[in-house]
């Protein structure tokens, strides 16, 4: 089963532009964790957030959680180009790194 | 470094038939992790294995099995083949267990005919 849903379904902004995603989940978590996809292959780690933390940043990311509403939302800032792939959230119940993931967001960057 | 490797990369498989398949994690990783996407879905939870021993299990029958040998490396078995069981399977790695980053490997994409 999957415990995230990720909003909107597919996102399309032109480079330069900002991009958020949302994601809510149902159960409580230790951790939630963002990662992305580029066309079918492996993902990449982009950020986690803990449960005790409402906001955390890493280059153009930014993060923020609120266990309160069981939401999160990820902000790609200056968009480009090679931003464009699929984006997941997944959350990690307990400490045993087993990741529930949403379905997904499909961000079209356009140059 | 060598990120996760998975092997093969691409399979056809036929009803019925079993399949194996194969992923080397980081070099100190001990945590391994495997996950079935289906297209247009996010990653399943199939297995967790740590330290050699299975620590989580996901919704998935019996035909699925998996086993983590001494130098941390691990093998996916799936028995009887359905074409539902058609997808990318993902492995990922971790240094310990519960240390919540997963380094993925690029996946093996098994097609059921």
């Known amino acids: 089963s999957q415990q995230g849903e990720e909003d909107p379904q597919a996102l399309s902004i032109q480079e330069g532009e900002n991009a958020t995603m949302n994601c809510s989940y149902k159960t409580s978590i230790n951790n939630l964790q963002w990662y992305r996809q580029n066309s079918g292959r492996g993902l990449v780690h982009l950020i986690l957030?803990?449960?005790?933390?409402r906001e955390k940043h890493s280059g153009r990311l930014r993060v923020t959680l609120d266990t309160s509403k069981k939401s999160s939302s990820l902000l790609i800032t200056a968009s480009r180009a090679a931003d464009t792939a699929s984006y997941f959230c997944a959350t990690e119940p307990g400490a045993n790194s087993k990741l529930t993931f949403g379905k997904g967001i499909t961000l079209s960057v356009r140059p | 470094d060598a990120g996760v490797t998975q092997s093969p990369t691409h399979l056809i498989k036929t009803r019925g038939q079993h399949v194996t398949l194969r992923c080397s994690p980081i070099s100190g990783h001990k945590s391994v992790s495997w996950y079935q996407q289906v297209l247009g879905q996010g990653p399943q939870f199939i297995f967790q294995?740590?330290?050699?021993?299975?620590?989580g299990r996901g919704n998935f029958p019996d035909r699925f099995s998996a086993r983590q040998f001494p130098n941390y490396s691990s093998e996916l078995n799936v028995n009887a083949l359905l074409l539902g069981d058609s997808a990318l399977y993902l492995c990922?790695?971790?240094?310990?267990?519960?240390?919540?980053?997963?380094?993925f490997g690029s996946g093996t994409q098994l097609s059921v005919l």
């Open positions: 990922a790695s971790s240094l310990e267990q519960g240390l919540g980053k997963l380094f």
């Open positions: 957030i803990r449960s005790n933390e």
């Open positions: 294995y740590y330290e050699k021993e299975e620590r």
